[in-house]
């Protein structure tokens, strides 16, 4: 078995952790080894109270993630290939709940379990160069870790069912137009803009950045009205921290000079 350090590398930086997909000669490809070291690191980055913003990008230039390790499933029988889908949905889970947000920073291929993990993520920039997608019909298959129901949340329903039932790729431009991407920037500015979107989201309360994400997450799947009382009660929840009342202390002190 591959060394899980190897896999999937971890690098504090101030308040962001790097994650970075590192098998870049299959094009960071994922398996059950690479799965297991990113839920390592997701809960080590969760752990750490130094920690405000996760980073997850793929080691090279070629892919983000250019989908599942096909040798690994190709063999699978039914029962094996639903429990294989249940614990990769244990990782997107894991990154959907975490406490503090994750961007996805996205070059070349981000494929099938890469879309899936990248569309779990709280936000994602891209290079203009990716290419991104669900190809799973092409191999007579077809998503199986909330590919189809993130898809259809980001994109609508009707351009969901296309890209999914066609298999096609689109690139990074498209992508910022369906609302996949938050910004598309040239190569080489891809780890300098996730970093400086990282570095303005640490430097609000932590608190409020935890609320933000819980209420807009977990609000999408109720009905309006219980979704508004639960914004509520988070809104309710950023008054009991130290952190609001030097926020509000400050403004109001700035508008008096």
Not at 81 to 88: I, K, V
């Amino acid at each position: 078995m591959t060394d899980l350090k190897e896999t999937v590398l971890y690098q504090k930086e101030e308040n962001i952790a790097w994650i970075t997909f590192n098998r870049p000669e299959v094009l960071n490809a994922l398996n059950t080894e690479v799965n297991l070291a990113l839920m390592d690191c997701l809960n080590r980055a969760e752990a750490d109270p130094e920690v405000r913003v996760i980073i997850l990008k793929g080691s090279g230039d070629r892919a983000f993630v250019a989908g599942a390790d096909i040798k690994e499933m190709m063999s699978m029988s039914a029962m094996e290939a639903r429990e294989h889908a249940l614990r990769s949905k244990r990782v997107t889970d894991t990154i959907w709940n975490l406490k503090k947000p994750v961007i996805a920073a996205i070059q070349g291929f981000c494929l099938g379990g890469g879309l899936e993990y990248a569309m779990a993520c709280d936000l994602r920039i891209a290079s203009e160069s990716a290419k991104l997608g669900l190809p799973e019909i092409n191999l007579g298959i077809m998503p199986g870790n909330a590919g189809t129901q993130r898809l259809a949340r980001l994109v609508g329903l009707t351009k969901a069912k296309e890209l999914c039932l066609t298999g096609g790729m689109i690139d990074a431009g498209q992508a910022l137009i369906l609302g996949i991407l938050n910004a598309v920037c040239p190569q080489e500015a891809l780890l300098a803009e996730a970093a400086a979107l990282a570095k303005k989201i640490a430097s609000k309360s932590p608190h409020a950045v935890t609320l933000i994400k819980s209420s807009i997450n977990r609000g999408t799947e109720m009905d309006l009205e219980s979704a508004a009382l639960f914004e509520i009660d988070c809104f309710g929840l950023c008054f009991s921290t130290e952190e609001q009342k030097k926020g509000m202390e400050a403004f109001v002190n700035k508008k008096k000079k």
